[in-house]
Nanobody, 114 residues
Framework: QGQLVESGGGSVQAGGSLRLSCTAP????VGWWRQAPGKEREFVAA????????FYKDSVKGRFTITRDNTKNSVNLHMTSLKPEDTAVYYC???????????WGQGTQVTVSS
């Protein structure tokens, strides 16, 4: 399985919205992670293969929603009420059967200005 591909990043003002997309096969649980300058990569959200279950970092609950469309091999991250602290490079990754995250994409930049 090759690298996943992210798209949809950009620059917005605080309070704005963005939607990120990840091309990912339907057989994987897929997660979104982010890395801000000078910080470690952190988990943001994940969705199971069927889309029945999703998980979120506490600080994005109620603002971010992860969805998937398996007919299009697409996993999306809908981000609303964005804050400057959401500024980071966002990555998607697939979880293998040993619960390891792999097939990382190259990332897409999200910049939120105050």
């Amino acid at each position: 399985q090759g690298q996943l591909v992210e798209s949809g990043g950009g620059s917005v003002q605080a309070g704005g919205s963005l939607r990120l997309s990840c091309t990912a096969p339907s057989r994987y649980t897929v997660g979104w992670w982010r890395q801000a300058p000078g910080k470690e990569r952190e988990f943001v959200a994940a969705i199971t293969r069927s889309g029945d279950n999703s998980f979120y970092k506490d600080s994005v609950k109620g603002r971010f929603t992860i969805t998937r469309d398996n007919t299009k091999n697409s996993v999306n991250l809908h981000m609303t009420s964005l804050k400057p602290e959401d500024t980071a490079v966002y990555y998607c990754a697939a979880q293998d059967n040993l619960y390891r995250w792999r097939n990382w994409g190259q990332g897409t930049q999200v910049t939120v200005s105050s």
